[in-house]
């Protein structure tokens, strides 16, 4: 974990993709972790569990499992390059229930041949869910690597577009 996750605080919630795990500071999330994240292997030992004060996280992330919320209204920690930055705050453009490609992204930050650095920003996003990472696919509309496993990215993807359906 970098340096500034220490001594942050977490919570945990039940989803219907699996138990979520979600740091912050108090004031802004830093962190959400699936179940099947292999980036992180386990919590480190300097967090404290709060989960009062991720009652406005949880209320948002029930809602939108619940089909009742299409996009977040939380304060987000972005503490990676200014690269992965971008894209990450790119990935907050992408319409609910629509997919783009990692060649796509690339081309709307400016920068249409690092689709690869795309992709491994996008599989870096430390906030997944929030920030939707997951609805970047291949260009041939495949489902590539997701830090939750790709069975959590066909779920999300297809909760979306159940729920924006006419």
């Not at 099947?36 to 292997?41: K, L, N």
């Not at 629509?98 to 906030?127: C, D, F, K, M, Q």
């Amino acid at each position: 974990m970098p340096a500034c996750e220490a001594g942050l605080r977490y919570g945990a919630l039940e989803s219907p993709v699996g138990r979520l795990l979600v740091a912050g500071d108090g004031e802004s999330l830093h962190r959400i972790v699936f179940p099947a994240d292999t980036r992180v292997r386990e919590r480190p030992a300097d967090w404290r569990r709060d989960d009062g004060a991720f009652a406005e996280t949880f209320r948002q992330l029930k809602a939108y499992f619940a089909g009742e919320l299409d996009s977040f209204d939380l304060p987000l920690r972005f503490a990676g390059t200014a690269f992965q930055n971008t894209v990450w705050k790119t990935l907050l453009s992408i319409p609910f229930g629509e997919t783009v490609s990692y060649a796509a992204l690339a081309a709307r930050i400016g920068r249409p041949t690092a689709y690869r650095a795309v992709g491994a920003a996008n599989g870096a996003n430390p906030l997944p869910v929030v920030v939707p990472c997951h609805r970047v696919i291949g260009s041939d509309r495949s489902l590539t690597g997701f830090g939750g496993g790709i069975e959590t990215k066909r779920f999300l993807l297809a909760h979306e577009q159940k729920v924006a359906a006419p």
